[in-house]
């Protein structure tokens, strides 16, 4: 359970967008449902013929999954590999004198709207930056005072909000689109977890203003 919470850990914090996020609730499942296979073998120690056939059908399936998502794991070998290669809680001296060396260009970027691009991993952001990724996150740690999938989030939320003050009837599909958001029901979520209300009473309340 450890490692597979480091696991998603180092996951998240490298793919900040939200399509990695449905990939690991998949591999959410597939651990759980190997760690119950697992505790329920262990029935097999009644002797039990009946419960011995059953589990040996509940294997024989959990087997079959788990070699299909092997070959899918293999498939998706150089997606997970640079994430867990890259040790996020290991920064060296030189990284720390860094930190602080980037501010003008990080500003630029920000400026020009960087964090709206959904194209981009953590890692390419770094080198359009001329940063390595652990440098990046630590000015963002100890700089900015926030970890960057958060940071971004709540500039994008912030654009979304923008959008509909200045365009009320601008359609939520693309103020979500425009703000960096592919997936409307993510933009929902995170709107309401960041804002504290949901769309809908936002615009609302920008209409009664108006």
């Known amino acids: 359970m450890q490692c597979n919470k480091r696991f998603k850990e180092q996951i998240t914090a490298y793919y900040e967008e939200e399509e990695i996020e449905r990939g690991l609730r998949w591999l959410n499942i597939v651990f759980w449902v190997a760690l119950s296979v697992g505790v329920l073998s262990l029935l097999m120690l009644i002797g039990n013929k009946e419960i011995d056939l059953c589990l040996t059908v509940a ?58 691009n959904t194209q981009m991993a953590v890692e390419d952001i770094a080198n359009e930056l001329n940063m390595t990724v ?22 994008r939320i912030e654009h979304a909000q923008q959008i509909m003050a200045e365009q009320p009837d601008f359609p939520v599909t693309k103020v979500a689109q425009e703000s960096g958001f592919n997936d409307r029901s993510y933009f929902y979520q995170q709107f309401q977890i960041h804002t504290g209300m949901t769309v809908s009473d936002y615009r609302a309340k920008i209409a009664k203003t108006n």
Request: glycine content about 4%.
């Open 59 to 116: 294997l024989a399936l959990f087997y079959a999954m788990l070699a299909a998502c092997f070959i899918n794991y293999a498939l998706s070998t150089p997606v997970i590999l640079p994430a867990i290669s890259e040790n996020l809680k290991t920064v060296t001296t030189n990284t720390k004198k860094d930190a602080g060396h980037h501010p003008d260009k990080l500003i630029a970027w920000i400026d020009k709207g960087g964090y709206l």
């Open 134 to 155: 652990s440098q990046f996150r630590l000015y963002f740690n100890k700089v900015i005072g926030e970890d960057f999938r958060t940071w971004r989030v709540k500039k």
